[in-house]
Structure formats: structure tokens, C-alpha cells
């Protein structure tokens, strides 16, 4: 089983762009599914792109367009490219992996976007 460390985040205009990384140790984190949530104070954990072992990438409808993620298998790294950020993506980013029965989280990094 696989552990994951964001980093990345930061204080950004809006407008700006920031990569978020996660990056996992241990073994089989090219069959995981790596999927980037986001959860904003008072609201739910939600979404926001994920990535298959295989396959299309998927995005929450608030990002598509902005937010682009990928993977780099040989550095076990996954990573969210944020573009033309807005006061509303504020919030802690969460990486989550996948694969089987395994369910992994890392401990989040916080993404803050004001002027």
C-alpha cells in the first residue's frame, strides 16, 4: 500500500496558477486510480479530477477547462495543474489513491486564492 504527500499549495491571486503534487511511496502506484478532492471550510469533500491507471481523465465541471492532472509513474508523482484560479477553488486539496480495496489519503495542502 502506497503513502501520499501533497505539496504545492499555497496564497495565489486570482487569475494565477499553482501544481499541486502527490507523491507516494511504496510499491503499485502505477495500478492506482489518483483522484485530487478539494474541501472548502463548511462544505463536503468533493471532487475534482482523478486519473486511471489507464484511460481517460475525469473533471468536476467547475474545473474543466482550468485544471489539468497527470501522472509521472516512474517518479510515483501525481500531480494537478491549476490555471485561472478563482477565490472559490479555496480550499484544502486532497490526494486519494486507489486500487482494489485500498483506499489512501494523504494529509491535504491548502490552496488559498485572494487578492
Known amino acids: 500500500q502506497v503513502q501520499l504527500v501533497e505539496s504545492g499549495g499555497g496564497l495565489v491571486q486570482p487569475g494565477g496558477s499553482l501544481r499541486l503534487s502527490c507523491a507516494a511511496s511504496?510499491?503499485?502506484?502505477?495500478?492506482?486510480?489518483v483522484a485530487w478532492y478539494r474541501q472548502a471550510p463548511g462544505k463536503q469533500r468533493e471532487l475534482v479530477a482523478e486519473?486511471?491507471?489507464?484511460?481517460?481523465?475525469n473533471y468536476a465541471d467547475s474545473v474543466k477547462g482550468r485544471f489539468s492532472i497527470s501522472r509521472d509513474n516512474a517518479k510515483n508523482t501525481a500531480y494537478l495543474q491549476m490555471n485561472s484560479l478563482k477565490p472559490e477553488d479555496t480550499a484544502v486539496y486532497y490526494c486519494?489513491?486507489?486500487?482494489?480495496?485500498?483506499?489512501?489519503w494523504g494529509q491535504g495542502t491548502q490552496v488559498t486564492v485572494s487578492s
Open positions: 486519494n489513491g486507489r486500487w482494489g480495496v485500498v483506499d489512501t
Open positions: 486519473i486511471p491507471s489507464a484511460g481517460r481523465s
Open positions: 511504496g510499491s503499485g502506484f502505477r495500478f492506482y486510480t
